[in-house]
Nanobody, 116 residues
Framework: QVQLVESGGRLVQAGASLRLSCVASGLPFGSRAMGWFRQAPGKERDVVARISWSGASTWYADSVKGRFTISRHNAKNTVYLQMNSLKPEDTAVYYC?????????WGQGTQVTVSS
């Protein structure tokens, strides 16, 4: 059974930093691409950042480029999202996703709230 568990979200002020973590189990983690997505109230879930299985390749949405960094530690089955210079518009539920061979796997999400 594949399980993804996110953590690290909380209420912060604008300009603060947070690091989100996502721990995966039940699937060979080191051979799978991973991603972070977010969904604000009343909006669709959008991709924030993605990382290849090795960590050598990353991609970011324009809205977070230069502020967020995705990384992974395959020995710990964990993917991270370092978020700096947070803005109120970053407020959302953040989800991690693992790209399986036949489907995507999602975590339950962690709430990030940025106050102005």
């Amino acid at each position: 059974q594949v399980q993804l568990v996110e953590s690290g979200g909380r209420l912060v002020q604008a300009g603060a930093s947070l690091r989100l973590s996502c721990v995966a189990s039940g699937l060979p983690f080191g051979s799978r691409a991973m991603g972070w997505f977010r969904q604000a109230p009343g909006k669709e879930r959008d991709v924030v950042a993605r990382i290849s299985w090795s960590g050598a390749s990353t991609w970011y949405a324009d809205s977070v480029k230069g502020r967020f960094t995705i990384s992974r530690h395959n020995a710990k089955n964990t993917v991270y999202l370092q978020m700096n210079s947070l803005k109120p518009e970053d407020t959302a539920v953040y989800y991690c996703r693992l790209d399986g061979s036949t489907r995507y796997y999602w975590g339950q999400g962690t709430q990030v709230t940025v106050s102005s």
